[in-house]
């Protein structure tokens, strides 16, 4: 059973940065592509950044330049950097494993950004 797990959401102010983690068990990480979403109260979740099995990185335009994705295999771990954080960053962050048909999801990490 392939389990994600989310760690490093808490709150910070404007200006802020945090690290968010997301550890995977029950498969092989690095088939993966992985990837962080995220969900604002009343919205759609939207994808932040993915990283591909390869380590290519994409990003959404409302966070580029601000967060950084990277993965660590040999952790089965995989990362989200995020600096400068505004308000609007604030919504319950989750980490998503895919491969073809395969698709995992986390519990989520709440961040909230706020003074």
């Known amino acids: 059973q392939v389990q994600l797990v989310e760690s490093g959401g808490g709150l910070v102010q404007p200006g802020g940065s945090l690290r968010l983690s997301c550890a995977v068990s029950?498969?092989?990480?690095?088939?993966?592509?992985m990837g962080w979403y995220r969900q604002a109260p009343g919205k759609q979740r939207e994808l932040v950044a993915v990283i591909t099995t390869g380590g290519s990185a994409n990003y959404a335009d409302s966070v580029k330049g601000r967060f950084t994705i990277s993965r660590d295999n040999a952790k089965n771990t995989v990362y989200l950097q995020m600096n400068s954080l505004k308000p609007e960053d604030t919504a319950v962050y989750y980490c998503n494993a895919n491969k073809k048909w395969l698709d995992y999801w986390g519990q989520g990490t709440q961040v909230t950004v706020s003074s």
């Open positions: 029950g498969s092989i990480f690095s088939i993966y592509n």
